[in-house]
């Protein structure tokens, strides 16, 4: 069994590192908010550090999943980051939803420090991180990827190898792009549904089984209806990472009108107080009558 | 078995006659032009009528499919229209994918004529119309229903009653208000991904199952880059059945962003010469590079 | 000096109508709410007619000024609508902002009718037909422009014959196409001030006299900064407008993606109450921190 | 008269370099490629320097005008950055259009240095620099301003003082989120215009005059009706101010729906190759039929 760090104990991280140590590693952990570390240990074991260079000396692999580029800048580059401290041939994942431009920075500064770094950005969201089910989209070598795949299957039913260093990032922006669109036509479409007096439920019978079918729609319907928002993909982290798209389309030269449309739309759901709420919050800029 | 009349063989009208003969009704077809009456009676048996009264005289029920509110004005109330030639207590149930207004028009003219009226819009396209696996989204009485359900079997995997008069073709815009985001959505994503040099059936593979899927991205990622759009549902009826939403809308109190602009792209793929080829040429107004 | 009619005496109408009884003629009106009819005729003098037709007897020039096409299919074309009753020769001038469909109509039926038409919308709003200083956009024969353009000098400072038949209403709609963008960025652009603490009026100084400066900047900045909206040109005149013009471009095929999605926000300012206040409060549904 | 020292000879800093050279102070410019600053000495006199840091020092002020926040960083603060190099009580003004983050960096970083800092964006374009009438929006210390103040107006018919560090870029943005609905409406408004075969001279001698009117429609109808763009203010230059308002309104919670889509079509001018033309340009991406 193999000796590995995990940096971030969110909602995404602390699940993730668990299936880690289920699978029998030796797990060390930490997390910036030194609680959430504790509490972690005292539920799974292993043992914490007090910064992410402390937490790395010596692993075999180092995970992180944070926020956003900044904070993994920080876990891994900065002062008391990993980097310094891993040991040569060591693998790097990054889970967090980050730009292509710091993987490929990361890969970079890998590379000079003879590690293997894999952008290892994820859908599935909390319960897929807690089941063990995640899908993740990956960037790197070959040889990062025959390091990184084994111990992923922890808790993943699906690890695509896309390309090299910054294509997982770049896959999970075609991930967001897609669901930007289909979000809110579902959010439009039960809206429309609502004001037009029909039984939503019949509606949904009707229309979820064709061409109108979309994740959201079918899982996002009922809830919707039920004004019920508290849980799921928070519209806080959707503009983070449509922020990330829009930004890799000028340099790409890709036009994403509705995903910058949709961007907009839950900068308004935010200042209705939606920001931790799912996404399908964005319904609640829809006028109802 | 019945004795049943259907105007408008068109892509979606002619299978479904042609279930309906094959489920051992005497049916009698007309089609504006006369031609394909004459080729769908030579391939299917059945009598063809010069004109909707003459077709619809002492027939049990009605069916049809044809283009918008003026074409189905046309083949009901208009002069030679079937409504003034049916006989009491038949029953008349339409496919066209049309307004809601023109449907509750419909039920009261019925109504005063002693018909049973059912508005009836499909989805499945013609795919699913030859298949015979229709969906189909109805309004109307429970006796309309009642008598209209065990024919409309003969052609489709799901039939909804949503409600009275109207609520099938309003049901239906909330179809295509679904779609209208998703299929845009999965277009800006795989042009996106084409920019960015991904490789696409592994980002497929990466993000179709999970909450990016769509029905449109299922089914249209590969044919879009492909460049293959000569199949589907037409950009022309699209148009067509936005602006029914649309002007919906303004009635109900909806607000469609996303389907208001997405009909605006629309226009801009008809003017690239998609008019009828399938929506997911819409990708066509979005840079490659 | 012409024995003259005039049809609607609404916000527009009334002070055109008085400025025609000014310059001498003598005005026969016609408002299907009678009351206004009498205001009018106790203020103005002239006399009233219980219908259109009633009203347009023997007149040598009949103005309207209603709401949408099916108002203006009412005072001219139905029972007791004045085309029927106009003689031989004479003018129609029609105000109303309405499709060009309709327009064309009226020019086709008048010439059957031997009348001379113009369709003749305006803008310059209430203040400028109490000012009598309106821009006419007309649409017509030279003969109708010749005759209808003495008469129409009483109340505006600006008429241009663009020209045939419809071309009048088609010119209004590239006067709404301006404002909704201009109008929406207007919004915007005071709301990021407003939301980055900036001082308006200083703002205002600063970005007014250059590229920046449109209509709506430079005249409903600082209404929109005091919330004041109880005046100027309604949201749901300018939905109707759109709708019109988007329902134009589906024909002409011209693409419209701000006019469409102005005139989803304008709904969504219509279900915050706004109907019946001027335009610039569509910056309502624009958050404020 | 003062020493002063102009860092960035390009379209706008050249021309506003000259006006100092000619209102009798000693100018010492810098540019990064240096043939530009030969050709400038060449012409208007003064000298230059091989750096940044080597042309300002001494200087009693110091003028900028380069691409964005990246280049502003470079010629200040990195190696051979001119703060370095400025003496104490010397004044920095920034002609930049960037980001208000970077405007407050730099007064901070300033306020360290004992050096007066205003961050002063221009609106007027090319032709308002050479004229030397350009509007100048400013954020700063009233101390700082009336350092400036003086020396600006040998080239701007317009000085605002907004607020503290950061309101002259942010001022801007405001500017800037103006334009974007005005031109784009002005192009739907003309393309609609063509594709509805309307004179469009008249139309515009019918619609300019009122609230139809925008900087962009009086200056750019013609124009854009001529098929002529190669002038004006580049589409490149306005994706640039358009992703820094949409940043900074990530932070102050403004929703930019226009401002954000009218980024993405410019996108997609780019992509017709219209990156270094006229933003008016953007009318090439609707039909024309
Ligand atoms: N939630 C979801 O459904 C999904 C999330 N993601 C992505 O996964 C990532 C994590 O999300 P999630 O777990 O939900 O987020 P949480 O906010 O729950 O957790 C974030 C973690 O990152 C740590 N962190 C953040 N910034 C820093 C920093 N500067 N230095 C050190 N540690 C830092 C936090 O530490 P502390 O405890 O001190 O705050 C915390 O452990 C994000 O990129 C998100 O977009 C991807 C798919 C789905
Ligand atoms: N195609 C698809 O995938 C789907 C289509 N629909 C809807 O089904 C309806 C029919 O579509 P589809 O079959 O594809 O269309 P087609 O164009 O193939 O057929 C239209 C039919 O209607 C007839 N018709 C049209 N106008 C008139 C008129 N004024 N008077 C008499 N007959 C008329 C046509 O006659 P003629 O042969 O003389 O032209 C033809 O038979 C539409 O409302 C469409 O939106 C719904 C779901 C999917
Ligand atoms: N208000 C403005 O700033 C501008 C308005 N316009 C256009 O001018 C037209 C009139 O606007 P405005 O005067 O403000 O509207 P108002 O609502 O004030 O007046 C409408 C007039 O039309 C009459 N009318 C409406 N429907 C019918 C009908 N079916 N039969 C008979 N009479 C009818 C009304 O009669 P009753 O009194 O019985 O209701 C009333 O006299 C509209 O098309 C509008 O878009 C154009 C430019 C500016």
């Given at each position: 069994?193999?000796?590995?760090?995990?940096?971030?104990?969110?909602?995404?991280?602390?699940?993730?590192?668990?299936?880690?140590?289920?699978?029998?590693?030796?797990?060390?952990?930490?997390?910036?908010?030194?609680?959430?570390?504790?509490?972690?240990?005292?539920?799974?074991?292993?043992?914490?550090?007090?910064?992410?260079?402390?937490?790395?000396?010596?692993?075999?692999?180092?995970?992180?999943?944070?926020?956003?580029?900044?904070?993994?800048?920080?876990?891994?580059?900065?002062?008391?980051?990993?980097?310094?401290?891993?040991?040569?041939?060591?693998?790097?994942?990054?889970?967090?939803?980050?730009?292509?431009?710091?993987?490929?920075?990361?890969?970079?500064?890998?590379?000079?420090?003879?590690?293997?770094?894999?952008?290892?950005?994820?859908?599935?969201?909390?319960?897929?991180?807690?089941?063990?089910?995640?899908?993740?989209?990956?960037?790197?070598?070959?040889?990062?990827?025959?390091?990184?795949?084994?111990?992923?299957?922890?808790?993943?039913?699906?690890?695509?190898?896309?390309?090299?260093?910054?294509?997982?990032?770049?896959?999970?922006?075609?991930?967001?792009?897609?669901?930007?669109?289909?979000?809110?036509?579902?959010?439009?479409?039960?809206?429309?549904?609502?004001?037009?007096d029909l039984d939503l439920d019949k509606v949904f019978e009707a229309v979820s089984g064709g061409a109108a079918a979309s994740w959201y729609m079918l899982n996002r319907w009922k809830t919707?209806?039920?004004?019920?928002?508290?849980?799921?993909?928070?519209?806080?982290?959707?503009?983070?990472?449509?922020?990330?798209?829009?930004?890799?389309?000028?340099?790409?030269?890709?036009?994403?009108?509705?995903?910058?449309?949709?961007?907009?739309?839950?900068?308004?759901?935010?200042?209705?107080?939606?920001?931790?709420?799912?996404?399908?919050?964005?319904?609640?800029?829809?006028?109802?009558?």
């Open positions: 069994m193999a000796k590995l760090t995990f940096l971030g104990l969110g909602a995404m991280g602390a699940p993730i590192a668990r299936h880690l140590a289920g699978a029998g590693h030796d797990v060390t952990v930490y997390n910036r908010t030194r609680a959430k570390a504790e509490a972690w240990v005292d539920a799974h074991g292993g043992r914490l550090a007090p910064t992410p260079a402390a937490a790395a000396e010596d692993a075999d692999a180092v995970f992180s999943c944070v926020g956003a580029d900044g904070d993994l800048e920080a876990v891994t580059l900065r002062k008391d980051g990993c980097f310094a401290a891993m040991k040569k041939g060591a693998l790097f994942v990054d889970h967090t939803t980050a730009s292509a431009k710091i993987a490929r920075q990361l890969a970079v500064e890998g590379k000079d420090r003879g590690l293997l770094v894999v952008d290892a950005p994820v859908s599935g969201g909390q319960s897929g991180a807690e089941a063990g089910t995640l899908s993740i989209m990956c960037g790197g070598s070959d040889k990062a990827m025959a390091a990184a795949t084994p111990l992923m299957q922890a808790y993943s039913s699906r690890i695509v190898h896309i390309g090299g260093p910054g294509a997982g990032q770049t896959t999970k922006m075609v991930n967001q792009i897609c669901i930007a669109g289909a979000m809110q036509s579902a959010a439009e479409a039960l809206r429309f549904a609502q004001n037009a919707m209806s039920e004004d019920s928002f508290d849980f799921g993909f928070a519209v806080d982290w959707m503009r983070k990472d449509l922020s990330i798209a829009i930004e890799e389309a000028r340099s790409n030269g890709a036009a994403l009108p509705f995903a910058a449309l949709a961007d907009q739309f839950y900068g308004e759901a935010q200042a209705l107080g939606c920001g931790r709420l799912d996404i399908s919050s964005v319904v609640k800029r829809l006028p109802k009558t």
